[in-house]
């Protein structure tokens, strides 16, 4: 939004810099994000110049020559704009002038001609970006008038962001009601009261509502003998500072409407409205529409429109039509000021692909309490610069109006939230210069009737908030962090939630963070979930982001590609996030707190090992090492790892994790169509978990204390020469179960398949670790300990063992 100064101060006196100005509006939580001068103080040699005569340059067909006459001398000029005419009047610099550019004028040849001088455009003034033709003078100039005299002195204009919340600050009186408040200064309305004459509306125009939901409230003017013409000066000079380019008149004003008070108006030409009729209804299926930027567009039984007792004339609240917009024959408007739906503006506006100043605004919404009001200031304005006669009355379509809310308000509770001790008057005084009324007052606190245009007042939050900023949120003091034990409170499943963090940091990886939501192609391409479970947003802001995710797969495969893409090797992260789905016909959604790990490189390597390339089981073993630790760790016993195919994954490195029949989670190696749509050259480990069963165990988790051994241990090793199919875990199982309560440790640290092993067979080694808390341990123990164990595993497992 860009406010010029000068214009602001008509609706709010305020004494201050405009460095002070920025640093009160960036402190109240209107960011200012960039202030401009436009315009600059002129040479006096750059004066009003009248073009006497125009002849074609004998060299160059675009390029004319113009004999320009000021008060004190006449000169030739080569000009190459098409909007110079014999008679007409435009700022004319003379050799010698440097224009505010940096451009110094010296006679010059151009294509064999000369030129003393220069006939200026608008940029070349610094008065704007427009380059399309000279700037054209009001004809009662008189030439030799330095243009410093006729132009509004240097300018400046400040741009503001709005946040989506505050659609009210969309507007110039909504920005100077901010800086009443700041200033504690008073708000200045422009007029609105009408002089009305002729027949009254309702008997020049009707108005039709088919779609209340979508339009609840509606208002039509009409004006009459409607002069159309040029706007003056002033108004043209705020349009271009505000970014609008001036038209005429009337189309003008409702421009100057817009920016004044957030409200967007269009004028029709009542004529060429047919049965002068307005008819406010959904548009016919397939029905085509020839908008004011002349594309013709399809419309849809979705899209709200305007339109007379033939056809379409409006895209409500986004742009209007080309056959009923204001020509130069116009002498009778209807002035349309309503409330759209602001879903149904975007979703249109975004399906046509149609952004304009009105839509920015219907998508936010409008104040709906002052449509109305809006139109008037409009009527009055054509009144003024038009000469249009208004007729009695308006058509006022508001069949539900609507009300103020009201909230209460503890000075206790605004106090404890923004950490100020401010007394009972300064904060009604601030809710008072924001135009929240105060209804009812003790000494406790207040009740606040909220105007309709404050949409984002809801709770006593809201209110302190407002308190913070309009007194300074520069001086709200920032004290000493401080904790509140809330007795009775649990906060046991955050306290597992940071263990399983420390845990997997502990083990090198990195935490990120993705949005919820995503786009339906990514999860298509690893998510491996029903498409028809997934939650769809009903208006998303892009098709990016228009689904909420169902897995955290495809977002880690993601963001290791894009670490990839910039030649980071090796990466391990994991993410804590909500993952979502459709639910049956007793909740809408689902929403599991999921655990996600990727790793990518040779992440557990270390030295001249980092160089070698990573085969699929080295990272499969990786990854499954990353869970079981983590699985260890926080007490989570009793999980089962078994292949099965996915398509989140590569074949023949898919596995399933379960917990009795209860699937828990996946993991395995990414699949071969997203490695080549990423360009991974090497695996890819990928690992998605419930994580409320394993912060359940944490929960439950009991820490027992152990002597430190006081006597060494022994060790023997075994290799075991079993079918291909067996598991380690089927190995682990056994032994466990005949071991004494001396063995301490396994460890699987050999798999060979290949020569002196018959096919179909595979040797596992081991090495088994014997300890006693009470007594060293003599060969003749850990050798009858380990035979009891090697016969176990070979009996079990139809196994033998392995002589060298």
């Given at each position: 939004m860009k406010i010029p100064v000068s214009w602001l101060k008509e609706y709010v006196a305020f004494e201050d810099s405009i460095e002070?100005?920025?640093?009160?509006?960036?402190?109240?939580?209107?960011?200012?994000?960039?202030?401009?001068?436009?315009?600059?103080?002129?040479?006096?040699?750059?004066?009003?110049?009248?073009?006497?005569?125009?002849?074609?340059?004998?060299n160059a067909d675009a390029l004319t020559l113009c004999t320009v006459s000021t008060d004190t001398e006449s000169a030739t000029v080569v000009c190459g704009a098409p909007n110079v005419v014999v008679g007409g009047k435009y700022p004319f610099a003379s050799?010698?002038?440097?224009?505010?550019?940096?451009?110094?004028?010296k006679k010059a040849k151009i294509r064999g001609v000369e030129s003393l001088g220069m006939l200026c455009a608008e940029d070349e003034l610094?008065?704007?970006?427009?380059?399309?033709?000279?700037?054209?003078?009001?004809?009662?100039?008189?030439?030799?008038?330095?243009?410093?005299?006729?132009?509004?002195?240097?300018?400046?204009?400040?741009?503001?962001?709005?946040?989506?919340?505050?659609?009210?600050?969309?507007?110039?009186?909504?920005?100077?009601?901010?800086?009443?408040?700041?200033?504690?200064?008073?708000?200045?309305?422009?007029?609105?009261?009408?002089?009305?004459?002729?027949?009254?509306?309702?008997?020049?125009?009707?108005?039709?509502?088919?779609?209340?939901?979508?339009?609840?409230?509606?208002?039509?003017?009409?004006?009459?003998?409607?002069?159309?013409?040029?706007?003056?000066?002033?108004?043209?000079?705020?349009?271009t500072l505000a970014g609008i380019r001036p038209i005429n008149?009337?189309?003008?004003?409702?421009?100057?409407?817009?920016?004044?008070?957030?409200?967007?108006?269009?004028?029709?030409?009542?004529?060429?409205?047919?049965?002068?009729?307005?008819?406010?209804?959904?548009?016919?299926?397939?029905?085509?529409?020839?908008?004011?930027?002349?594309?013709?567009?399809?419309?849809?039984?979705?899209?709200?429109?305007?339109?007379?007792?033939?056809?379409?004339?409006?895209?409500?609240?986004?742009?209007?039509?080309?056959?009923?917009?204001?020509?130069?024959?116009?002498?009778?408007?209807?002035?349309?000021?309503?409330?759209?739906?602001?879903?149904?503006?975007?979703?249109?506006?975004?399906e046509l692909g149609l952004?304009?100043?009105?839509?920015?605004?219907?998508?936010?919404?409008?104040?709906?309490?002052?449509?109305?009001?809006?139109?008037?200031?409009?009527?009055?304005?054509?009144?003024?610069?038009?000469?249009?006669?208004?007729c009695p009355g308006v058509i006022d379509h508001y069949p539900q109006p609507v009300t103020p809310r009201r909230v209460t308000c503890r000075f206790a509770g605004i106090r404890d939230l923004i950490g100020l001790d401010l007394d009972a008057d300064r904060i009604a005084a601030i809710f008072e210069s924001l135009q929240l009324r105060v209804v009812q007052r003790d000494a406790e606190g207040c009740e606040l009737e909220i105007p309709?245009?404050?949409?984002?007042?809801?709770?006593?939050?809201?209110?302190?908030?407002?308190?913070?900023?309009?007194?300074?949120?520069?001086?709200?003091?920032?004290?000493?962090?401080?904790?509140?034990l809330i007795p009775g409170a649990d906060d046991s499943d955050d306290q597992a939630l940071s263990a399983c963090r420390r845990t997997l940091v502990g083990l090198g990886l990195r935490e990120i963070m993705n949005y919820s939501l995503t786009s339906p192609a990514l999860l298509d391409l690893l998510a491996g979930d029903d498409p028809e479970k997934r939650v769809v947003m009903p208006h998303p802001l892009s098709q990016e982001q228009s689904v909420l995710r169902s897995s955290l797969?495809?977002?880690?495969?993601?963001?290791?590609?894009?670490?990839?893409?910039?030649?980071?090797?090796?990466?391990?992260?994991?993410?804590?996030?909500?993952?979502?789905?459709?639910?049956?016909?007793?909740?809408?959604?689902?929403?599991?707190?999921?655990?996600?790990?990727?790793?990518?490189?040779?992440?557990?390597?270390?030295?001249?090992?980092?160089?070698?390339?990573?085969?699929?089981e080295e990272m499969l073993l990786g990854l499954k090492g990353v869970w079981t630790t983590l699985a260890r760790a926080h007490g989570f016993e009793g999980w089962t790892l078994a292949a099965e195919p996915s398509q989140s994954f590569e074949p023949g490195f898919s596995f399933l994790l379960r917990r009795g029949k209860a699937l828990i989670g996946r993991l395995g190696l990414l699949p071969r169509k997203a490695r080549q749509e990423w360009r991974f050259t090497e695996p890819v480990g990928l690992l998605e978990v419930d994580l409320q069963l394993l912060l359940e165990a944490e929960q439950r988790r009991t820490v027992s204390l152990r002597p430190v051994p006081a006597y060494p241990s022994v060790s023997r090793d075994i290799a075991l020469i079993v079918d291909r199919a067996v598991k380690h875990e089927e190995i682990l199982a056994i032994a466990r179960k005949a071991a004494p309560k001396e063995l301490e440790h396994v460890e699987l640290f050999d798999i060979f398949e290949g020569k002196g092993i018959e096919s179909g067979k595979k040797s596992m080694a081991?090495?088994?670790?014997?300890?006693?808390?009470?007594?060293?341990?003599?060969?003749?123990?850990?050798?009858?300990?380990?035979?009891?164990?090697s016969a176990a595993l070979v009996g079990g497992l139809n196994a033998r063992i392995r002589d060298h």
């Amino acid at each position: 939004m860009k406010i010029p100064v000068s214009w602001l101060k008509e609706y709010v006196a305020f004494e201050d810099s405009i460095e002070g100005l920025v640093e009160k509006l960036t402190f109240s939580g209107l960011e200012v994000e960039a202030v401009e001068t436009v315009g600059a103080v002129l040479d006096e040699r750059v004066v009003v110049g009248e073009v006497t005569a125009v002849e074609r340059h004998p060299n160059a067909d675009a390029l004319t020559l113009c004999t320009v006459s000021t008060d004190t001398e006449s000169a030739t000029v080569v000009c190459g704009a098409p909007n110079v005419v014999v008679g007409g009047k435009y700022p004319f610099a003379s050799v010698g002038v440097t224009l505010p550019n940096g451009m110094k004028l010296k006679k010059a040849k151009i294509r064999g001609v000369e030129s003393l001088g220069m006939l200026c455009a608008e940029d070349e003034l610094g008065l704007s970006d427009d380059h399309t033709g000279l700037l054209t003078l009001d004809s009662d100039l008189t030439p030799g008038t330095p243009m410093r005299d006729v132009l509004a002195p240097p300018e400046t204009v400040i741009e503001v962001e709005v946040t989506p919340n505050r659609p009210d600050c969309l507007s110039l009186i909504g920005i100077a009601r901010e800086v009443a408040a700041l200033y504690g200064a008073a708000l200045v309305l422009p007029p609105v009261d009408l002089q009305e004459a002729g027949s009254p509306v309702g008997e020049r125009a009707s108005v039709v509502v088919e779609e209340e939901d979508l339009c609840p409230r509606y208002t039509a003017r009409v004006l009459e003998n409607v002069a159309l013409a040029p706007s003056p000066p002033w108004m043209q000079h705020r349009l271009t500072l505000a970014g609008i380019r001036p038209i005429n008149n009337v189309v003008d004003i409702t421009n100057y409407v817009l920016l004044e008070t957030g409200h967007p108006l269009h004028a029709f030409d009542l004529e060429r409205l047919s049965q002068k009729q307005v008819v406010v209804r959904r548009a016919q299926p397939g029905e085509i529409m020839r908008t004011l930027d002349e594309v013709e567009r399809r419309l849809s039984p979705d899209m709200l429109i305007i339109a007379d007792a033939a056809q379409a004339v409006a895209v409500a609240g986004v742009m209007g039509g080309a056959g009923s917009e204001i020509h130069d024959d116009t002498h009778t408007v209807l002035l349309e000021s309503a409330c759209f739906d602001p879903a149904s503006v975007r979703a249109t506006s975004r399906e046509l692909g149609l952004r304009t100043d009105s839509s920015y605004r219907f998508e936010r919404g409008v104040n709906i309490d002052t449509v109305e009001w809006a139109s008037r200031r409009a009527a009055r304005l054509m009144q003024e610069l038009a000469s249009a006669t208004i007729c009695p009355g308006v058509i006022d379509h508001y069949p539900q109006p609507v009300t103020p809310r009201r909230v209460t308000c503890r000075f206790a509770g605004i106090r404890d939230l923004i950490g100020l001790d401010l007394d009972a008057d300064r904060i009604a005084a601030i809710f008072e210069s924001l135009q929240l009324r105060v209804v009812q007052r003790d000494a406790e606190g207040c009740e606040l009737e909220i105007p309709i245009f404050r949409g984002d007042l809801e709770r006593e939050v809201d209110l302190a908030e407002e308190v913070a900023r309009i007194h300074g949120l520069d001086r709200v003091p920032a004290p000493a962090p401080m904790a509140r034990l809330i007795p009775g409170a649990d906060d046991s499943d955050d306290q597992a939630l940071s263990a399983c963090r420390r845990t997997l940091v502990g083990l090198g990886l990195r935490e990120i963070m993705n949005y919820s939501l995503t786009s339906p192609a990514l999860l298509d391409l690893l998510a491996g979930d029903d498409p028809e479970k997934r939650v769809v947003m009903p208006h998303p802001l892009s098709q990016e982001q228009s689904v909420l995710r169902s897995s955290l797969l495809p977002q880690m495969g993601e963001t290791l590609a894009r670490n990839h893409a910039r030649q980071i090797r090796s990466a391990a992260f994991f993410e804590v996030g909500r993952t979502y789905r459709r639910g049956g016909a007793e909740v809408a959604h689902e929403e599991t707190v999921t655990l996600c790990i990727g790793l990518m490189g040779p992440t557990g390597r270390t030295g001249l090992d980092l160089r070698s390339p990573v085969d699929e089981e080295e990272m499969l073993l990786g990854l499954k090492g990353v869970w079981t630790t983590l699985a260890r760790a926080h007490g989570f016993e009793g999980w089962t790892l078994a292949a099965e195919p996915s398509q989140s994954f590569e074949p023949g490195f898919s596995f399933l994790l379960r917990r009795g029949k209860a699937l828990i989670g996946r993991l395995g190696l990414l699949p071969r169509k997203a490695r080549q749509e990423w360009r991974f050259t090497e695996p890819v480990g990928l690992l998605e978990v419930d994580l409320q069963l394993l912060l359940e165990a944490e929960q439950r988790r009991t820490v027992s204390l152990r002597p430190v051994p006081a006597y060494p241990s022994v060790s023997r090793d075994i290799a075991l020469i079993v079918d291909r199919a067996v598991k380690h875990e089927e190995i682990l199982a056994i032994a466990r179960k005949a071991a004494p309560k001396e063995l301490e440790h396994v460890e699987l640290f050999d798999i060979f398949e290949g020569k002196g092993i018959e096919s179909g067979k595979k040797s596992m080694a081991y090495s088994f670790t014997y300890r006693s808390m009470d007594r060293t341990l003599t060969d003749e123990d850990a050798n009858r300990f380990h035979e009891k164990v090697s016969a176990a595993l070979v009996g079990g497992l139809n196994a033998r063992i392995r002589d060298h």
